[in-house]
């Protein structure tokens, strides 16, 4: 089983199909599968062989669509990289993934220039350029694509349980970890959400954020597996969003809880301009419910909500289901499974708060040369996720909050999420993230970072009386309200509240 061999049967059995589109790029199956082999073939004539990994910096664009195909096709690896990183982050990660060849373009060049003395596993000729020629030490991708044959690569043998890909993770303490992906469990990746966000070969599947983190495979690979068209955009802006929708007739996207929010603001928002969609999902963070709520009234029967880990296992929540479970995370697909775990170990009653643990079909092959991680993370064959939650009756999942997340005030466990759900419901406010500072008299309390639908509407000493009247216990009560533009977030969109809590503490340092 070679996932790459998607590429081939589309290009056989639906060639004139539109299969993707990125900016004024719009390629049928055929033409995306020659170009494809074309890169295939000519990595293959730079000594790129099975099991080499290639790092792969690159934004959204055509190239980095076609890099992950061509590496599936020649049994190499692919090591998707942020152009975020910088300095020894970028220099720890290309050496801990044994990366031998670097793909990239010329914004990265300075960036990358300094450290090539230190990459000595990539050699001086395996460094390609997407969007410029002739520049020193570096290849021209585009003379590799024009120049070699277009035919099917043959001759190598990939099983299914070979190594595909290495995701890092966000890495919030310490190295972020490589997280192995083989083909079967790409192969299940479509196989899976296919079927859970009834993904069809006539479907239209945009996405809007970074295609190089995991959560853009949930419908990206599904996408690819049946033959859908995949229409990708450089970067996310809710006003394009909306015009592709309306033109292209998109009926699938996955969005962050932001874009989310953003979309439901955008001058130009309107459900007719989104009627073609069949789905909405949500992924990365919960959305809270008055957002979900919004989006039901205007877009009704569309929501879907997926939670899970890179690492392996996932519960969505079906757009059939959000109407009478909405403030759940919904149940696990076939083949996958769930429990909750007490502090001993045990497993939790129905409604009795633990630690998620899950498995299925997607679970990683483990950490990339950390086995000792690997088995702190997963036990007994059930990956140990770090969140807190519960199940009701029914066995659907409701997330209380991440470990890490959750505060201890005056000695009691406080969940920023349920202060979230207050604070959204006030009508000036766009979104929030609530997390602990410490405080002399309780150990932590609760601040909330606010950014606003309009600056000014509303101070914040003022949503700070407000919020304090209304959550249900005193320890829940906000110790401060800092008003912000914006939230710093990661290149998927997700917000970081450990770097919030950072900066926080700058500030009171610098005032001291």
Not at 122 to 138: C, E, K, P
Not at 271 to 280: D, G, Q, R, T
Not at 347 to 374: C, S
Not at 453 to 475: C, D, F, H, S
């Amino acid at each position: 089983m070679n996932i790459g061999s998607l590429i081939t049967r589309h290009a056989r059995y639906r060639p004139d199909h539109l299969a993707v589109v990125v900016g004024n790029d719009r390629l049928t199956w055929k033409e995306f599968n020659q170009r494809v082999n074309r890169l295939a073939n000519a990595l293959f004539s730079m000594g790129i062989r099975k099991g080499d990994k290639i790092a792969m910096i690159l934004p959204n664009c055509l190239e980095l669509l076609e890099i992950y195909w061509a590496v599936a096709k020649i049994g190499a690896v692919v090591v998707p990289l942020s152009p975020l990183l910088r300095g020894q982050g970028l220099i720890a990660l290309l050496r801990d993934s044994d990366a031998v060849m670097v793909i990239t373009n010329s914004s990265f060049i300075e960036i990358l220039n300094p450290i090539k003395p230190k990459l000595a596993a990539v050699a001086a000729n395996r460094y390609i350029l997407t969007d410029v020629s002739g520049m020193t030490g570096y290849h021209d991708y585009q003379a590799l694509i024009n120049t070699a044959s277009g035919i099917e690569p043959g001759g190598i043998e990939v099983n299914s349980h070979d190594l595909y890909n290495i995701m890092y993770s966000s890495g919030t303490t310490g190295l972020p970890k490589g997280i192995m992906h083989t083909h079967h469990i790409r192969a299940m990746y479509g196989m899976s959400f296919a079927q859970s966000f009834r993904i069809m070969p006539e479907s239209v599947v945009l996405h809007t954020g970074s295609l190089i983190f995991n959560g853009a495979f949930v419908t990206y690979i599904p996408a690819f597996f049946v033959g859908a068209t995949f229409i990708m955009h450089h970067q996310f802006d809710p006003n394009d969003f909306i015009e592709t929708v309306a033109r292209e007739k998109v009926t699938h996207v996955m969005l962050v809880p932001s874009q989310i929010i953003a979309i439901l603001n955008a001058p130009n928002f309107s459900p007719e301009a989104l009627e073609s969609l069949e789905m909405v999902g949500s992924i990365g963070a919960p959305l809270h419910r008055r957002h979900k709520e919004r989006l039901n009234q205007v877009l009704p029967n569309r929501f879907y909500e997926l939670y899970g880990l890179t690492e392996g296992f996932v519960t969505i929540l079906d757009k059939l289901d959000a109407e009478y479970k909405l403030d759940s995370v919904g149940t696990p697909p076939p083949f996958f499974e769930i429990k909750i775990l007490t502090e001993d170990g045990e497993e939790a009653a129905v409604g009795e708060v633990g630690e998620i643990a899950g498995r299925g079909t997607i679970q990683m092959l483990g950490y990339y040369k950390r086995p000792d991680l690997t088995e702190e993370m997963v036990v007994d064959g059930w990956i140990r996720s770090g969140d807190l939650g519960y199940v009701d009756e029914d066995g659907y999942l409701y997330l209380v909050d991440r470990k890490k997340d959750m505060i201890i005030s005056g000695g009691v466990n406080v969940y920023p999420k349920d202060i979230e759900e207050v604070i959204v419901q006030h009508p000036a406010v766009r979104e929030v993230a609530v997390f602990g500072i410490p405080s002399d008299k309780w150990g932590e309390t609760p601040l909330a970072a606010v950014i606003l639908n309009e600056p000014g509407v509303v101070t914040a000493e003022e949503l700070k009386q407000w919020i304090n009247e209304r959550v249900e216990a005193r320890y829940q009560r906000v110790g401060e309200v800092a008003l912000m533009e914006d939230f710093p977030r990661n290149a998927a969109g997700k917000t970081l509240k450990r770097v919030m809590r950072e900066q926080y503490w700058v500030e009171q340092d610098t005032q001291i």
